[in-house]
């Protein structure tokens, strides 16, 4: 199996920044796309930004030009730099990915617990 710990939520003022970061641990045999997703209050989880293997990137309208997703792959491990941050940006973000395990060719996905930002003043 996969497990995918997130960090780097906490509380930040609106125009602020923050890094997420989330590693990928288990019996990993590759990783595809690795994404972020947020949920606030009230409302469904949302597509945040995505990032292929190759490094081919998808963003949300909401957040072009202010968030920007990376990875590194020897480290299975993906970014989201969040800047000039807005209180709607208020959410717990969960890191995602596909991957397939030794001994199981099947790409199923994998969920972080999930990290909260609040963007407040």
């Known amino acids: 199996q996969v497990q995918l710990v997130e960090s780097g939520g906490g509380l930040v003022q609106p125009g602020g920044s923050l890094r997420l970061s989330c590693a990928a641990s288990?019996?990993?045999?590759?990783?595809?796309?690795m994404g972020w997703f947020r949920q606030a209050p009230g409302k469904q989880r949302e597509m945040v930004a995505a990032?292929?293997?190759?490094?081919?990137?998808n963003y949300a309208d909401s957040v072009k030009g202010r968030f920007t997703i990376s990875r590194d792959n020897p480290k299975n491990t993906v970014y989201l730099r969040m800047n000039s941050l807005k209180p709607e940006d208020t959410a717990v973000y969960y890191c995602?990915?596909?991957?397939?395990?030794?001994?199981?060719?099947?790409?199923?996905?994998?969920w972080g617990q999930g990290t909260q930002v609040t963007v407040s003043s």
């Open positions: 995602n990915t596909d991957a397939t395990v030794w001994g199981d060719r099947r790409r199923n996905v994998y």
């Open positions: 288990g019996s990993i045999f590759n990783i595809y796309t």
């Open positions: 990032i292929t293997s190759a490094g081919s990137t």
